[in-house]
Structure formats: structure tokens, C-alpha cells
């Protein structure tokens, strides 16, 4: 069976503590129904990082989404990019004919400030917030490769010029350069505006069997894989070795290389994270990935923008939500229905990233490529 | 060189993972620096301090 995306929504993204968990829900998955054009589906997957238990029954009860089997999955960042894998996977098998897939965050009734840290991991123990570990990333490109404050500050740049266009996105409005590099410090040399936000939101897809109109978006390729061991034997920063072997597993499957993809939505959850995973993913040799912004390529109006959505920076990052987020903003862009956002593309890939257990690059990496 | 606040750390502070000689890999609090260290710099492994964190020092000169 081949697996096609039917259908997408999303609630608005940001800081919405007034909104209720289920609230987000309701109108995500509204509007992903609707755009489907289905009245039911046969099983729903869900992805929450930080989400209270029965936080997918509790939303979707009220909807009347009820008596039908229900997961919950968890993989940090990548939650619901993993329940949209685990949901094409289940088509593809003939489990299931249709599935909607529900990502979900409300990280204002959770924490502020960053992620809290597990202090019975020893790394969150000692201290190593999120932010640190993508600025000791950060710090390695600027030491061994030379990468400068500029050329990291203009991922932020780029990615909220992208959300202004977004009316959706947790920042509308673009930043400056100055701007970025004059923001608090947070973790050396990541500033403020390099760093995602707190964030609440949600997300939905209907994935199902067969290709039923024009506005369907097939998945060919969908890959899964968690981090292996990180190590003196890596000469690579943190998640870089996972987001390569998940990447090529994808192309492989689909049978398409990194030149092959006209649009991407990536994990930039810190700027370093964009300039990293463009390279593992084969855009860039490593060390050169800043090029890619300098040249223009992954602007809008290049010739593969990736995060025309805003991305994590400016679209936001309430992190069960983020990569069925991702995903609607591919189909969008499939359809030629991103409005002022749209590039002309035939081929996206998304690729979502989580992270948080220390010893491994990585708690799980999603990679998927879709086609008009 | 960490800025934000976490519960029980007052920032800044500074961390590093060590290449060990003969391995592995280890997270480390680097104390007597102002800012972080350079990539490839030489640490002394320290003995842990009495909050159980493993730290090194910057190798001085010579």
C-alpha cells in the first residue's frame, strides 16, 4: 500500500497558556479533517514530549474521537515526526486504511525558561542544558572550521525573515543581524535569538491508503533511527552521525539524493542545529554548510529553501507539535498553497531531531520525503 | 560557557567534553577560566569536587 498525506492543520504557534491543551488540538485536528475531507479515521497516533498522561484521550474525547486505538509516542523533539513514521509505516503494512497523526506541546503549563535538565542523567547533572549542548557544537565549528558569529546569526536571520511571511508563526516579524548578535547570551556563542522559544501548539495529519485526488502528497521515503553511542570515536559534533545514516536510509528508500529535494524543513531548534544538519544531510561538505546561506541557496527564493515556514526559530517549537508542523508546511508548499511563503518544488524532505539523553547523538531522528 | 539559570547551578560556568588519553568521552565542569576553552586545548583531570561534578583544569603553561 502506498501511504499519502490526505490532509494537515495546525493551531496557531507561541506562547498561549489561556488556550488548553485540548483547544489546540481541536483545531488542529479540525482543520485537518476538514482538509482531508473524512469524517473518521481508524487509529490516531500522538506525539507529546512533556504531555500529562491521558493528555491524548482528554483532547480528542470531546471531538468525539473515542473508541479507537489510540498511541502515544515520545521521542523528545522528533514525537510526532515519529508517530507520522509509525503512522505511514501502519498504512503502508495494510493495518490501518487512514490514521491521524496529533502532535501536541503546551510548554507554558510545564516550565519556563530551558528545558529543565534529568538530573539522574549524569550530563543533565552536570548542568548541560540543550542550549549548552548545541553551543559546544557551535563552538567546535568556530574552532575548527572558522565559522563566524555572523555566518552562525544569519540562520536567525533568515529563518525569521521566513516566519514574517507566516501568519501562523510564534515571531512575526523579521530580526536583524545586530539584533541576533546583541541579544543576552546564552550559551557561549549562542545568543537569544538563536535559540528556540517556549512554545505551545498543535499539529495534524491524515495519513492514508492511495493517492485519492491531486492535492494527496505521497511519502516515499520515511526513516527512524535513535542515536548510537557518542564517543571519543566521532569526530563529529553531536547529532550530526544520526541525521546522516537517518538521511540515508530515506534516500535510499525513496530512491532520491539530496539533489533531488526542492524544499526542507530541518531542525533548527538552535542556529548551529540548520548549519549541521544541512551538512549531514548532504548539502554542504562539513564545514561549509554556512555557504548555503551566504550563496542564498536555502533562502526563499533560492533554489532549496529550507524552514520556509519560520522554522523552530521564528515558526516556534512547542516540541510534540514541531514535526507534524513541519509536515503541513511541506504539503502546503506541495500543493502551491503557501501563499506568500511558496517556492516552486515537486520534492521536500523533513527531517526532525531530539535530543536530551547524554552519551548517545541522539534520542531519535526522523527523516521523510514527500512529493507532489 | 553557560549563561542560564538551572536549578542548582549559578551560571556562568563553563563545561567541556574531554577526550581522556585513552578514552572515553567525558562531560566536565572546567574550573579557573573566565571563558571557554579553546578545542584541542590540554585539561587536567581533577578529583571530583564535593558535589560529586567531575572537573578538570586548563593545562598551565609548560
Redesign the interface.
Known amino acids: 500500500m502506498s501511504a499519502h498525506i490526505w490532509g494537515v492543520g495546525t493551531s496557531m504557534f507561541g506562547k498561549q497558556p489561556e488556550r488548553s491543551t485540548a483547544e489546540l488540538v481541536w483545531t488542529a485536528v479540525t482543520e485537518a479533517l476538514r482538509d482531508a475531507d473524512v469524517g473518521s479515521v481508524e487509529a490516531v497516533y500522538v506525539g507529546s514530549c512533556f504531555g500529562e498522561p491521558g493528555i491524548a484521550q482528554r483532547s480528542l474525547l470531546r471531538m468525539g474521537i473515542v473508541g479507537l486505538p489510540i498511541t502515544v509516542m515520545e521521542s523528545a523533539c522528533a514525537s510526532s515526526t515519529h508517530a507520522f513514521h509509525e503512522a505511514t509505516t501502519a498504512v503502508q503494512l495494510g493495518r490501518y486504511g487512514s490514521v491521524l497523526v496529533v502532535g501536541v506541546e503546551h510548554l507554558t503549563s510545564r516550565f519556563r525558561g530551558a528545558i529543565p535538565v534529568e538530573q539522574r542523567d549524569p550530563e543533565g547533572r552536570a548542568g548541560l542544558a540543550l542550549p549548552a549542548l548545541y553551543a559546544m557544537a557551535a563552538a567546535h565549528y568556530q574552532d575548527v572550521y572558522g565559522l563566524t558569529g555572523r555566518q552562525l546569526a544569519a540562520v536567525s536571520v533568515k529563518n525569521h525573515a521566513h516566519g514574517a511571511l507566516n501568519e501562523r508563526a510564534q515571531y512575526g516579524h523579521p530580526v536583524t543581524l545586530r539584533e541576533v548578535l546583541a541579544s543576552p547570551p546564552v550559551a557561549d556563542p549562542l545568543t537569544l535569538l538563536q535559540c528556540c522559544a517556549i512554545s505551545d501548539g498543535a499539529a495534524a495529519l491524515v495519513i492514508g491508503s492511495g493517492r485519492r485526488s491531486q492535492r494527496d502528497v505521497s511519502v516515499r521515503a520515511s526513516a527512524f533511527g535513535t542515536g548510537g553511542l557518542w564517543n571519543e570515536d566521532s569526530p563529529h559534533v553531536w547529532g550530526f552521525d544520526l541525521v546522516r545514516r537517518t538521511a540515508q536510509q530515506a534516500y535510499d528508500s525513496a530512491g532520491l539524493g539530496i539533489d533531488d529535494i526542492d524544499v526542507l524543513e530541518v531542525h533548527d531548534a538552535f542556529t548551529i542545529g540548520e548549519i549541521v544538519t544541512t551538512e549531514a544531510l548532504g548539502m554542504a561538505a562539513v564545514g561549509h554548510g554556512w555557504e548555503l546561506l551566504e550563496s542564498g541557496r536555502t533562502r526563499l527564493g533560492g533554489a532549496a529553501p529550507v524552514n520556509p515556514s519560520g522554522g523552530l526559530l521564528s515558526r516556534g517549537h512547542p516540541l510534540g507539535a514541531t514535526g507534524a508542523a513541519q509536515i503541513a508546511e511541506l504539503v502546503w508548499q506541495l500543493r502551491g498553497d503557501a501563499g506568500r511563503r511558496q517556492t516552486p518544488c515537486r520534492t521536500a524532505l523533513v527531517e526532525t531531531m531530539g535530543g536530551g539523553v547524554g552519551g548517545i547523538d541522539g534520542n531519535a531522528c526522523v527523516v521523510g520525503i514527500l512529493a507532489a | ?9 549559578t551560571p556562568p ?1 563553563v ?3 574531554v ?2 588519553d585513552d ?3 567525558v ?3 572546567v574550573t579557573g577560566v573566565s ?2 576553552l ?3 586545548a590540554r585539561v587536567s583531570l581533577q578529583l571530583p569536587d564535593e558535589g ?3 572537573t578538570v583544569a586548563a593545562a598551565g603553561p609548560g
Open positions: 560557557m553557560v549563561h542560564v539559570a538551572l536549578p542548582g547551578r560556568y563545561l567541556a567534553y577526550n581522556l578514552g572515553p568521552r562531560l566536565a565542569h571563558q571557554r579553546a578545542v584541542g560529586g561534578d567531575v
